[in-house]
């Protein structure tokens, strides 16, 4: 970009920031969760029909929407994406823009999200074709809950012919006016498991006779706590939690059924692979060894999310021209997870964490908090930076 188009694209966003915080503040009083968005999608239909985008297709792997608008000259399909779910807290925060829904909250700032991207639509409808190429804007339901929405999304089309894919998280532990960028792993893969392990339950007073199940399943986690130690290479990361442990009734009976649950989280595939075949064998050899049956539902959830290194690059260069070089910077490993990952496996592209914490609003709580709020001011920083990645990323585009 040019600074002249730097200018002009910094002082349409500011003028267009009222109207996204308006929008923000009414998907936040009416939240919906995963694979529920009916009237949030209804809701962003209606709203970009109002900016002028004519070709919508919604109801895209579930409640899922496309909106395409399409520059004169040639150039390529980039693909900038928002989630659009809520999730199942109780609000804790008085505002004039609470929830409406009880037990029902926008605590991870996807209305934010949203709203930013229908900020983006406005944008490029203000340009009347004046760009290269096509800005697929994709508003995607159900990140929150596997097997989450980004891939019934791409099987109904979502990257058909993309060229790129960008997309933005805004966070709050990192102050507003930041952008984080980091090429290569960078989000978590995120696995859950159950245990059932079966023996043979008794008299407490008789435990020759049994098969203790609770004993089993406490040599069971401490075992596992030797796969991340053991067999993932130390330059490697992973984490293994087993989170519950249920069994027994009684002082006096010796429990024959004990369950576990766990989550893994890795950032590289042959990790995630090893881990799991770990955990299986581990699984069938401690509980034998144990005289009880081990029985292993694990559940493959979002694998990690990769950022192409030459967009992450592009993006970082393009953040810096935005936003100077002071305000972005490297981020560090999350161990949470996210389905864009879905979209990074498929097409070249980079997911960035915009700052959205601000102690003066009170952002200060952590995503999924029941008092979880945000800097609407970062919707700028936002908005301005997939515009500037997709517009880099299109300059620097040949056939
Ligand atoms: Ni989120």
């Given at each position: 970009m040019d600074k002249q188009t730097r200018l002009d694209t910094e002082q349409k966003i500011d003028r267009l920031l009222p109207r996204m915080i308006a929008d923000r503040r009414h998907l936040h009083r009416h939240p919906e969760l995963s694979f529920q968005e009916k009237e949030t999608a209804g809701w962003i239909a209606a709203r970009l029909a109002e900016l002028g985008c004519s070709h919508i297709r919604t109801g895209v792997g579930g409640h899922g929407i496309i909106a395409e608008i399409n520059g004169m000259e040639p150039g390529p399909v980039v693909v900038l994406r928002a989630d659009i779910d809520a999730l199942p807290i109780q609000e804790e925060k008085e505002s004039e823009y609470r929830s409406a829904v009880p037990g029902v909250m926008h605590a991870c700032g996807h209305d934010a999200h949203t709203s930013a991207l229908l900020g983006i639509a406005a944008y490029y409808?203000?340009?009347?074709?004046?760009?290269?190429?096509?800005?697929r804007l994709l508003f995607q339901p159900a990140e929150e809950l596997t097997p989450g929405g980004a891939l019934p999304m791409i099987q109904d089309g979502a990257l058909d012919g993309a060229d790129a894919v960008y997309g933005v998280h805004l966070w709050t532990p990192v102050p507003a006016g930041q952008i984080k960028v980091r090429g290569g792993a960078f989000m978590?893969?995120?696995d859950e498991f159950t245990i059932d392990i079966i023996g043979k339950g008794g008299h407490g007073g008789m435990p020759q006779d049994t098969a203790d199940a609770i004993v089993a399943g406490s040599a069971l986690v401490q075992a596992l706590q030797t796969v991340v130690s053991r067999n993932v290479s130390p330059l490697d990361t992973a984490v293994l939690t087993i989170g519950s442990f249920q069994a027994g009734e009684a002082s006096n009976i010796i429990a024959g059924h004990?369950?576990?649950?766990?989550t893994v989280r890795t950032f590289d595939?042959?990790?995630?692979?090893?881990?799991?075949?770990?955990?299986a064998e581990l699984v069938r050899s401690v509980c034998a060894g144990y005289g009880t049956e081990g029985r292993l539902d694990y559940r493959g959830g979002y694998p990690p999310v990769i950022n192409n290194a030459t967009e992450a690059e592009r993006c970082?260069?393009?953040?810096?021209?935005l936003f100077g070089a002071d305000a972005v910077s490297e981020s560090e490993l999350i161990t949470a997870g996210e389905d864009f990952a879905y979209y990074l496996e498929r097409v070249p592209g980079c997911f960035l964490f915009v700052g959205a914490g601000n102690e003066e609003l009170d952002a200060v709580y952590p995503h999924h908090h029941p008092k979880f709020d945000l800097d609407e001011?970062?919707?700028?920083?936002?908005?301005?930076l997939l515009i500037g990645c997709a517009e880099r990323?299109?300059?620097?585009?040949?056939?």
């Open positions: 409808e203000s340009l009347q074709g004046k760009f290269k190429g096509t800005r978590a893969g995120v004990c369950r576990l649950k766990g595939p042959r990790v995630r692979e090893r881990v799991k075949s770990r955990i970082r260069a393009a953040a810096i021209e001011s970062s919707m700028r920083q936002s908005a301005l990323f299109a300059a620097d585009w040949t056939a």
